[in-house]
Nanobody
Framework: VQLQASGGGLVQAGGSLRLSCAVS?????????VGWYRQAPGKERELVAG???????KYTDSVKGRFTISRDRAKNTVDLQMNSLKPEDTAVYFC????????WGRGTLVTVSS
């Protein structure tokens, strides 16, 4: 099983980006949970958004109302739509899948300029 994240880049504050995590060799809906984490320089990795197999979604408080996580059955991806980006959203973003085993994708860098 491999997770491949894409979609990061440089954006001005107030802008939008969409991250996508493509999963190979396993149905995205068969994971107990999938989600996005981020790690800013000098900080610990934190959960940004996650969705359970049953569709329960949670967001960290700082992104509520701005970010939306979703799963795409046809593409077998978990996506993160990020709107109204702020400089404090700058971080390396990682996707994670938990099927009993935990899988991490390589990070994708998001840089938000002020």
């Amino acid at each position: 099983v491999q997770l491949q994240a894409s979609g990061g880049g440089l954006v001005q504050a107030g802008g939008s980006l969409r991250l996508s995590c493509a999963v190979s060799s396993k149905n995205i809906f068969s994971f107990r949970a999938v989600g996005w984490y981020r790690q800013a320089p000098g900080k610990e990795r934190e959960l940004v958004a996650g969705v359970s197999a049953g569709g329960d979604i949670k967001y960290t408080d700082s992104v509520k109302g701005r970010f939306t996580i979703s799963r795409d059955r046809a593409k077998n991806t978990v996506d993160l739509q990020m709107n109204s980006l702020k400089p404090e959203d700058t971080a390396v973003y990682f996707c994670r899948g938990d099927s009993g085993w935990v899988y991490w994708g390589r990070g994708t860098l998001v840089t938000v300029s002020s």
